[in-house]
């Protein structure tokens, strides 16, 4: 019986031709001192990586890359290394998740338009993870996620101090004049004290866990310091795993599946990790063919308890996390209490349970046996009502729980610089009873919903010792944040949703438990309102940011550009002579 012709890989298009072209793709990559035998057919793989100093998050990668190099060489692969826009959520304005889909059309276009026949992707700060693994699923082709590892646990006068978490309180505390200007000085030097990404459990961390827990990272990918050795064996063992998953002819599908996300989904609630991940895995499932919608996200989370003591929901940070177990320790509890898909394929060949059903956990204070956890039933909770009819979300597990049902009057803000202008002022008609209603602000209207949405209470009710209120916004809040705070209001206010009509002194209800949020108007008093109401002038009028603007989507479908939903596949382009 005559055996099956191998398909030819997709960079022996480019580099297994022996004509004109063939001498061109070759030659030009020989100018570096690449010998002929790596042109042999051997897997190409691309190193897709986010270093910029301008993302300090990511400032390690160059050696990560050399680590994901070496894996790759030992394994008999060619690597070839090439630069994607980098996305750092500390220092980019007006937020980095207004780039977060133009990175991923980078990556995407990267990856077609190159001779790869898989990619490691180097990611860390919040929105490098989505838009490298929404740039690869569209293009479908065997991929693994490496992330760069959190900081260490920062230290400040005897106390670990997390970032983010404590940048929200400390500045509160300045704002209110409990700490000194040069004791907040201080602070930012002993909090972030090593590469990495932010140690809490915020957006980056979340979504370091959700690539692990999604099965396209190795496992102990989400909570390995940054500067630990073990990092660099990861990037390591992930360069030589992904010369294999090119051989199996594993791409990224076989990887990201419905089940992959629903696994994600409930470790996203034992974690209490951010709220960011919603919109992030929406529009990933999207890419690849899955539609997740938000009702999946309140039906899986249901019943799933926050196990793991971290900041912003508790107190310890991803250091100790990984000094306990990891993430492993996390999902092996989730697996022995019948809340995970055990047979959803991961990047290394065997299952997530294969992976996970062993894993030790060294210290019960951080991770939490799920029959006694940290916090009960504390998935992400999705609202309804007539303030939000495409939806809202709220974290149970960084919210007070006696403000979860809750009727109070409305202090709306138009925009974010309302807000700045007179949330510090003294005769601001607010007390602790009042709902903060910030508009404006969702994906059209920041633009690119920024994370605005813990919003800073007033200094007059700050000295009063409040520390919570609730409020309600159509914006994002960061990963690290804390709050009874309700976001991602569909549709936004600038694309003429409810949240637009609402006016101060409206009453406000919202019950957690219930799922609704309503907002107290008659029917034909918001009819009034409505046909008064114009939309706001973009921000601006030219290139990219037109772009977004005219074609994103709402937060409720992962605020993804229109014609970017599903996948394209490895087409290889024409020529290019």
């Known amino acids: 019986m005559a055996k099956t012709k191998k398909p030819q890989r997709r960079s022996a298009q480019w580099f297994g031709r022996e004509d004109i072209y063939g001498f061109i793709y070759r030659s030009w990559v020989k100018n570096r001192g690449v010998p002929q035998d790596q042109f042999d057919g051997r897997p190409v793989i691309g190193i897709c990586n986010t270093w910029s100093e301008l993302t300090p998050c990511n400032t390690h990668f160059r050696v990560i890359a050399e680590h994901v190099k070496a894996g790759v060489l030992e394994a008999g692969g060619f690597p070839l290394e090439f630069p994607v826009m980098s996305l750092g959520e500390t220092l980019l304005r007006p937020t980095a998740m207004l780039y977060r889909n133009l990175a991923s ?31 690869a699923a569209s293009v479908d082709l065997p991929a693994i996620g490496v992330s760069g590892g959190p900081m260490l646990s920062g230290k ?59 099965g396209v990272g190795m496992p102990g990918n989400a ?16 360069g030589r795993r992904i010369v294999e998953l090119v051989k199996e002819n594993v791409p990224i599908s076989r990887i990201l599946t419905r089940a992959a996300f629903e696994n994600a989904i409930r470790v996203n609630a034992a974690i209490g990790g951010s709220t960011n991940a919603v919109i992030h895995l929406i529009a990933l499932a999207r890419r690849i063919g899955v539609d997740l919608k938000l009702e999946d996200w309140d039906r899986l989370g249901r019943g799933v308890h926050t196990l793991v003591n971290l900041m912003p929901s508790g107190k310890y940070l991803m250091e100790d996390l990984y000094y306990a177990g990891g993430l492993p320790a996390v999902i092996r509890e989730l697996g022995e209490n ?33 029959k006694k956890p940290f916090k009960k039933d504390t998935g992400i909770a999705v609202l309804r009502g007539n303030l939000c009819p495409d939806g809202a979300i709220v ?46 602000c969702g994906p059209k209207g920041y633009p690119g919903m920024a994370e605005v949405g813990n919003m800073p209470l007033p200094p007059k009710l700050l000295k009063k010792g409040i520390t919570d209120m609730v409020r309600i916004s159509d914006a994002r809040m960061s990963g690290t944040a804390y709050g009874t705070v309700v976001l991602h209001v569909a549709p936004e206010a600038a694309a003429g949703g409810p949240l637009a009509l609402v006016e101060n002194g409206d009453m406000i209800e919202l019950d957690v438990a219930q799922r609704r949020l309503e907002l107290m108007v008659p029917e034909k008093e918001l009819a009034r309102r409505r046909a008064k109401w114009k939309a706001p002038e973009p921000a601006l009028k030219r290139g990219y940011w ?28 024409r020529d290019n002579h």
């Open 156 to 214: 400040y006068r005897g106390t670990d101090i997390g970032s983010g978490t404590n940048v929200w309180s400390m500045s509160e505390d300045l704002r209110a004049g409990k700490i000194t200007l040069e004791e907040f000085h201080e602070a930012e030097s002993c909090m972030h004290r090593s590469h990495g990404h932010c140690m809490t459990m915020g957006t980056a961390s979340t979504m370091a866990s959700m690539v692990e827990a999604l």
């Open 546 to 573: 037109k772009l977004y603007i005219d074609h994103v989507l709402q937060a409720s479908d992962g605020a993804d550009l229109d014609f970017l939903v599903g996948k394209s596949g490895p087409m290889v382009p």
């Open 338 to 370: 019948g809340l995970l898909d055990k047979d959803a394929l991961t990047v290394n060949g065997g299952t997530i349970w294969d992976n996970n059903k062993d894993a030790p956990c060294w210290n019960r204070d951080v991770v939490f046996p799920f």
């Open 395 to 440: 974290k149970p597990s960084a919210a007070t729980p006696a403000l979860m049902k809750h009727r109070g009057r409305a202090v709306v803000f138009e925009n974010i610089e309302d807000l700045h202008k007179r949330i510090d002022d003294p005769k601001l008609d607010i007390d602790e009873r009042c709902v903060m209603v910030l508009k404006n």
């Open 223 to 238: 909570a390995i310091p940054a500067v630990d050795a073990r990092r660099n064996v990861l990037a390591r063992m992930a």
């Open 105 to 135: 059309m980078d990556v995407e276009e990267s990856i077609r338009g190159n001779p790869l026949d898989g990619v490691v992707l180097l990611m860390g700060c919040d929105k490098t993870t989505p838009s490298l693994l929404m740039g």
